[in-house]
């Protein structure tokens, strides 16, 4: 099996689901690799020291963490197979000093929502690992601790957002404007990970332009640097799969080779 990659995906909310266009585009991104398999998954959505693991039982249950929808997105499942062996191996790779917990916790709407799309079967192991810290740094070598299970068809997911100012937003439609702190941000982003500068983005609160309104809270960027800690080498350029915005926010997506 050829090694996979890592993924750093932008996962809007519930509606990214009635959105051909975005749908279309991660489609797009799972039919272009090699189907893995299992996935291990970081999502903005469940930030937890230490280390820990959710629910690895088959059919394990959803977190519908968002209020205000139509009632279908409370009702959708996403029923995927016993994660127990990803998750055991999870756990192995671990430090001794460094504990990781295993939690009932289910699949919250940063990860089953793009599965749902991107692998609509349901058909392949999925663990969700909670993100620890904002740190840049521990972030990248955690992922970098991930890197081996890219040899073993194990695709590596951060799921966030590339500009999540939501309470700056003037404009609710989905084909809005980005404003010119979400958009300057996109750019710059863009440039650091095509020429494989991690230590730009790494100093992003500093350096990016935009700041703090693309990120007036951290957790939807951070994701980035768990697949940028699990590649190949880690000045290696990303490429970018999807670019674009909605509701005026960038949803640029990248694979980490």
Not at 28 to 48: D, L, M
Request: charged residues 20%; aromatic residues 8%.
């Amino acid at each position: 099996m050829t090694k996979m990659p890592a993924l750093y995906i932008g996962h809007g909310a519930p509606m990214l689901l009635d959105d051909l266009l975005w749908s279309s585009q991660l489609r797009a991104i799972s039919a272009g690799i090699e189907k893995p398999k299992a996935i291990v998954i970081v999502s903005a959505h469940w930030e937890s020291q230490p280390v820990t693991l959710s629910n690895p039982v088959a059919n394990a249950p959803l977190v519908y963490d968002f209020s205000g929808f139509d009632r279908k997105f409370y009702e959708m499942t996403y029923k995927s197979p016993d994660a127990t062996e990803i998750s055991n191996l999870l756990a192995s790779m671990m430090p001794d000093n460094e504990p990781l917990h295993q939690s009932v916790r289910g699949l919250d709407h940063g990860a089953w929502v793009p599965l749902k799309v991107m692998y609509p079967e349901a058909d392949i192991p999925v663990v969700q690992m909670s993100m620890p810290t904002s740190d840049p740094k521990k972030l990248l070598e955690l992922g970098k601790r991930l890197q081996p299970l890219r040899d073993q068809g194990v695709l590596i997911i951060g799921s966030g957002f590339m500009t999540h100012g939501l309470r700056y937003l003037r404009d609710w439609t989905t084909d809005a404007v980005a404003p010119s702190w979400s958009s300057e941000f996109d750019a710059w982003a863009a440039g650091a990970l095509a020429a494989g500068d991690i230590d730009s983005l790494s100093n992003y609160r500093e350096l990016a332009p935009g700041m703090p309104y693309a990120h007036p809270t951290v957790e939807h960027f951070t994701p980035l640097f768990i697949a940028l800690g699990a590649s190949t080498s880690i000045d290696t350029p990303s490429q970018t799969l999807i670019d674009g915005y909605f509701m005026g926010l960038s949803k640029r997506s990248i694979l980490v080779a």
